[in-house]
């Protein structure tokens, strides 16, 4: 089992970056997918989550309006589409399927 981050980077207040997690080595379209973020020193959070089939979609309420999570189980591959950044959205991005499988994440920098 593989899930792989990616799209991470350094942008500025205002920007915006799309992460991809590409999943192999189980059936990516049978599981639900969720993006998770750990800032320097506190716990790992949930981020977003999106039904199996892609029409439910959940957010915490600092990313509502600003990130969409999608999928295309054709590719096997999550998305985050993360809008106007901010300098608390610093952090490091996991992807997750179901509650088993974590990937190693991508760092996230938000600064001027």
């Known amino acids: 089992v593989q899930l792989v981050e990616s799209g991470g980077g350094s942008v500025q207040p205002g920007g915006s970056l799309r992460l991809s997690c590409a999943a192999s080595?189980?059936?990516?379209?049978?599981?639900?997918m969720s993006w998770y973020r750990q800032a320097p020193g506190k716990q790992r959070d949930l981020v977003a989550q999106?039904?199996?089939?892609?029409?439910?979609?959940y957010y915490a309420d600092s990313m509502k309006g600003r990130f969409t999570i999608s999928r295309d189980n054709a590719k096997n591959t999550v998305y985050l589409q993360m809008n106007s950044l901010r300098p608390e959205d610093t952090a490091v991005y996991y992807c997750?399927?179901?509650?088993?499988?974590w990937g190693k994440g991508t760092p996230v920098t938000v600064s001027s």
């Open positions: 999106i039904d199996i089939s892609g029409g439910t979609m």
């Open positions: 080595g189980f059936t990516f379209s049978r599981y639900a």
């Open positions: 997750r399927a179901g509650i088993v499988y």
